[in-house]
């Protein structure tokens, strides 16, 4: 690969020395010509504009010979022929200009494809070689395939981490620009895992590796990028098909002219206006710039086809788990007995479950963690796999996990056991000394990003979207009527999403997106697959045509707008410089433009169409409003006191259910303390959102307007707290809850905890998506 990688960089810089000197030699020529007929001397004019001619003739005919040996008889051959023509006519003048022409066309594309992939040579350039191992004996640098997993790595100030590891030091400050494509720098504590590739921002800090340097983030998004470029892509192919067609076409009205008028002039002019010798070179420009577009996003293309595809896809399939969700379940709510409070059943159920490797045991840890309980350390710890854990804690004999038969469950219980399968949510049941506390209701939740990048999906030209999951069908169906999606088939083993996606393949370009080991056949099968690559499985990504190195769903819309504005452009490039070179080909058979002027015309018809192949680096614009740094820091603010009020909404909801159960004044002490929650709580939260955050939002969603309908949430919000505060006070006053209030009041809070549940959703979904 060295050895290859090194002898294509020295043909590129001959390559680039040698056009280099024929646009230098060939406008010293013309000057040189265009001096001497000034002057008066025609003859020394002539021969510098032919030896110019001469001069450009012995590279074109190695350009055309290497064309016909790679089976391809490409436009450069006319270049050829209008080149010997002119010499063969005396159109000395009409021959400098097109050698210029053809110089110029073949600096011009160079400088444009360095300009478009610079964003891949960037990524390849700076792939670590060597990393610093620490030992016993100190800090030596080693070779990056000696490092192995467990290694003690030290990683420098402004170093780019090798391996994938975690932290051993206390913080790492980190910018992971080169994978996210957001320009932020990002803090990882100590244990958390971080992926190769990224820069150290701050200090330096020690790395446990966990991967080899084979295996590791960075070194599959560089073998990709390896194999990125536009040479195999279709729409170059199209280019190749239409100069199949285009070559003759100008052969025969040259040809007609010669022979209709009697003059060889005629039709050399013909030639020389059909020479659009980096016209058909706009498609690969246009591809190349989509390809170096989309690197800056985070996004790596394997190849200019998969681009094409991806421009022309009308049909997405996408896995659920990593991709519709986040992949990692969550605490959706806490159902605690009478006598207890939600918080207190997390924590305990956190506690406990600290040392458990269980995945939904490290969610309830991780929610407790958010809301800023404080764990107690278990002690004489016991797992049974299938069942839970059990420990005692403070005390108390606690367990977390599975119980028996649920009818023998009070009446609380089979009502958090009934939202459980109503929600398609699991259910970890906590029991304190032999009797059952609480219970925590986990879900995969929907990617907060995800209705907002199908939205945009559609935009792009997406026609259906079908979710593809081996997950049970309710969940399932669930999250597809959520998203409003088209289709939804469940309970699929990786044959049936394979056959599943040839079926699609039948109908339209298809575009296949997942996660892990099990999508990777489906993957390989679509015409397009996309890996989620940052926390996704090796085989996906090796599977995949397409890795989204940023752990965010979004940049998928990103891409397909992307690849559809590459590919128009292509087109619009390619066909459009082509239906220019054909009217001129008409004017110069009628005589109506001489060589010299023909000339002068495909050279500005050329420069043009690729100058319009390059604006296919940017894009119209963007998925996401632009934010000022305000903005993303309000929402980050407000995004972190949503987790932090999750607590309130479940006090709400066991408030109502309390009501239910038995309306005694317990009952209405849990009332009284939901309330004294929202006033201190919530609703200071919901007024911030309206006065600072709201405000900050409005210039880049359009104005105030677009901000109105959670406005009026949040009236919604204070109306039913205060309805909820007129009761307490009705009820203190009298005593005790009158029979006539119990249903408004249960009502109130129960439409309450609704409205919360939509408004969060809402929020997280068409605000808090659109930070980095």
Known sequence: MKHFSAAAGLAAAVSVRLESALLAVTAAALAAGGAAWITGAGSLADLFWGLGTVFAVVPAVGWVVAALRRGHAGVDLIAVLALGGTLAVREYLAGALIALMLATGRTLEAAAQRRASHDMRVLLERAPRTARRLTGAGVRTVPLPEVGAGDLLVVGPGEVVPVDGRVESAV???????????????????????????????????????????????????????????????????????????????????????????????????????????????????????????????????????????????????????????????????????????????????????????????????????????????????????????????????????????????SWARAADNRALLDGAAVAWLTVDGHLAGAVLLRDPIRTDAPRTLRHLRTAGIERITMLTGDRTEPAHEVAAVLGLDGVRAELAPADKVAAVRAEREHAVTVMVGDGVNDAPALAAAD??????????TASSEAADIVLTADRVDRLADAVAIAGRARHIAVQSALGGMLMSLAAMAAAAFGLLPPAAGALLQEGIDVAVILNALRALRVDRETRPALTPTAEALIRRFASEHDDLQDVLEAVRAAADRLSDSPGPEAMEAVGETYRLLTERLLPHEQAEEHQLYPALAPALGGPEATATMSRAHTEIERLSRRIATHLHLARSRGSLDTDQLDDLRSSLYGLHTVLRLHFSQEEENYFSLAP
Not at 227 to 238: I, N, Y
């Open 528 to 537: 397009v697959g996309v890996a989620m690559g940052a926390r996704g499985s």
């Open 172 to 410: 790492a400050v980190l910018d992971e620009s080169v994978l996210t494509g957001e320009p932020l720098q990002a803090e990882h504590a100590q244990g958390e895992a971080v992926r190769s590739g990224v820069v150290n921002a701050g200090g330096a800090f020690d790395l446990r590796a966990t991967a080899t340097e084979q295996d590791s983030t960075y070194a599959g998004i560089v073998t990709l990028a390896r194999q990125a470029g536009a040479e195999s892509a279709p729409l170059v192919r199209l280019a190749d098909r239409y100069a199949a067609w285009f070559l003759p076409l100008s052969l025969a009205v040259a040809g007609l002219a010669w022979l209709l008028s009697g003059s060889p002039v005629r039709a050399v002019a013909v030639l020389v206006v059909a020479t659009p010798c980096p016209l058909l070179l706009a498609a690969p420009v246009a591809i190349v710039s989509g390809l170096s577009r989309a690197s800056r996003l985070g996004v790596v293309i394997r190849d200019g086809g998969a681009l094409e595809n991806l421009g022309r896809a009308r049909t997405l399939l996408l896995d659920k788990t990593g991709t519709l969700t986040g992949g990692r379940p969550r605490v959706l709510d806490v159902a605690a007995a009478p006598g207890w409070k939600p918080a207190q059943v997390l924590r305990l159920a956190a506690s406990a479950d600290q040392y458990s490797p269980h995945v939904l045991a490290r969610a309830i840890v991780d929610a407790a963690r958010e809301r800023g309980l404080r764990l107690s350390m278990p002690s004489d710890v016991t797992e049974e796999p299938g069942r839970g854990a059990a420990s005692i804690v403070d005390g108390h004999r606690v367990s977390v996990g599975r119980v028996g038969s649920s009818d023998a469950m009070p």
